[in-house]
């Protein structure tokens, strides 16, 4: 009779087991905000590049599609695999900590730290996703995945070195010329921080703009920000 008992123990264990992983509760961490979004990546072909209005209770989400008024709930089995788009205007305040300068004449390039700042306004598009944690066989966490991604242009003001190097005539003086510099770039969100790469040029506003090597000629540079919306 022993390896009968052990038997029915550890099929009694067994059970227990999978009673409790299919009772396991899910704690949430982070919900989409009530927004429209457009699904682009769903198990449900026939969902793929809708835009709906989510609301987020917890156990599952409630899409409100705006043309139909149709309302449908999708559980967390089925929306586990679906990512979330949202697009937005993005504002940001940037600063470009340093610009690389291409050779000019017998100029190599340069690697410039001078100061830099620049008002950005592009198009901004947010992917949201969930993950399901599982910290024991009775507990999970649910957490909201989200990254972000932008382009647009960006104008500012920076600083940088006047001397005879860097202009086609010589001068009795070297000073820090004020330049106005526009451009194009592509963000990424680091969640703490912005950073993104740009190309831009520069337009000296002093007398020496004409004579500096570097006028209007293109250079590239990273962008850490803020986002202000």
Request: charged share 15%; with cysteine; aromatic share 14%.
């Amino acid at each position: 009779m022993a390896p009968v008992k052990w038997l029915l123990s550890r099929l009694t264990s067994a059970f227990a087991l999978a009673f409790l992983v299919g009772c396991r509760v899910t704690v949430p961490q982070g919900s989409l905000d009530p927004d429209f979004y457009r699904i682009s990546h769903s198990s449900r072909p026939d969902s793929l590049q809708q835009k709906v209005y989510v609301l987020d209770t917890g156990d599952s989400l409630q899409l409100l599609n705006p043309l139909n008024d149709q309302r449908r709930f999708v559980q967390r089995s089925t929306f586990q695999p679906w990512t979330f788009q949202r697009a937005e205007i993005d504002v940001d305040v940037f600063t470009l900590p340093f610009k690389i300068r291409p050779a000019q004449a017998a100029l190599p390039a340069q690697l410039n730290s001078n100061f830099n700042a620049a008002l950005y306004l592009g198009r901004r598009i947010d992917l949201y996703n969930y993950r399901w944690k599982t910290i024991s066989p009775t507990y999970a966490v649910r957490q909201l995945q989200s990254r972000g991604f932008g382009y647009g242009l960006f104008a500012g003001i920076g600083a940088v070195a006047i001397n005879d190097f860097v202009t086609r005539i010589p001068l009795t003086i070297e000073y820090e010329g004020v330049v106005l510099n526009a451009g194009v770039a592509a963000i990424y969100d680091a969640r703490i921080f912005n950073i993104g790469l740009a190309v831009g040029l520069d337009h000296l506003l002093d007398k020496n703009r004409q004579h500096w090597i570097y006028q209007h000629r293109p250079w590239f540079g990273v962008l850490f920000g803020l986002n202000l919306n």
